[in-house]
């Protein structure tokens, strides 16, 4: 799926030969910078799902979001969103989303929920997403986050 802006989107998983890049991007994104290794196991590749990754025009990793397999019928989580500093604020993150959520209720999700943290709560409110309940500490980052919830049909 082409953005518009030189960029395009494709759905892969853990398998895909260049998931090293994804990997890559999430730590320096997501965990480098609080007191995770590369080695620790933020990514719970066990967990699999797809990924949604955003290609530059050199076909460059520029941004990721996960959507972890179905548990219940009727929900799937999301997770692991993250966009590059420089490539951020044109519309990237929100493509991602929604690539996701167009694959989840293709796949017949009716609900997507996903735990934000706190400075990314008012990307996904914009995005429809509703927060519920307290805040609370992850067990990895140790960031405030929340959980989130968004319908997707009906
Ligand atoms: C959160 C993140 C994924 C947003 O990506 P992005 O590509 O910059 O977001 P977009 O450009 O698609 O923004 C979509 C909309 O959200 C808004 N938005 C984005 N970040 C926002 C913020 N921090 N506060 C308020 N609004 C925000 C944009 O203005 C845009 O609004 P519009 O539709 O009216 O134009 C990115 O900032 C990021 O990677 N942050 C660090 C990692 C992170 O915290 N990930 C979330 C983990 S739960």
Do not use: C
């Not at 953005?3 to 999430?26: A, C, H, M, N, P």
């Not at 959507?67 to 929100?94: M, N, T, W, Y």
């Amino acid at each position: 799926m082409s953005t518009g802006f030189g960029s395009e989107i494709v759905i892969i998983d853990e398998q895909w030969e260049r998931i090293g890049e994804v990997l890559d991007l999430y730590y320096q994104v997501l965990y480098r910078d609080y007191g995770l290794t590369e080695d620790d196991d933020w990514f719970h590749a066990s967990a699999g799902g797809e990924l949604a990754v955003a290609l530059g025009p050199d076909a460059e990793v520029l941004g990721a979001a996960r959507l972890l397999p179905a548990i219940g019928d009727s929900e799937r989580q999301l997770r692991q969103v993250a966009v590059r500093p420089e490539s951020r604020g044109s519309g990237l993150g929100k493509a991602l989303v929604a690539t996701l959520e167009w694959r989840a209720a293709d796949e017949g999700a009716e609900t997507l929920w996903l735990n934000a943290r706190e400075s990314a709560i008012p990307f996904y409110e914009r995005l429809g997403f509703i927060a519920e309940g307290e805040m609370f500490g992850s067990a990895l980052t140790r960031l405030p986050h929340m959980r989130m919830r968004k319908r997707l049909r009906g």
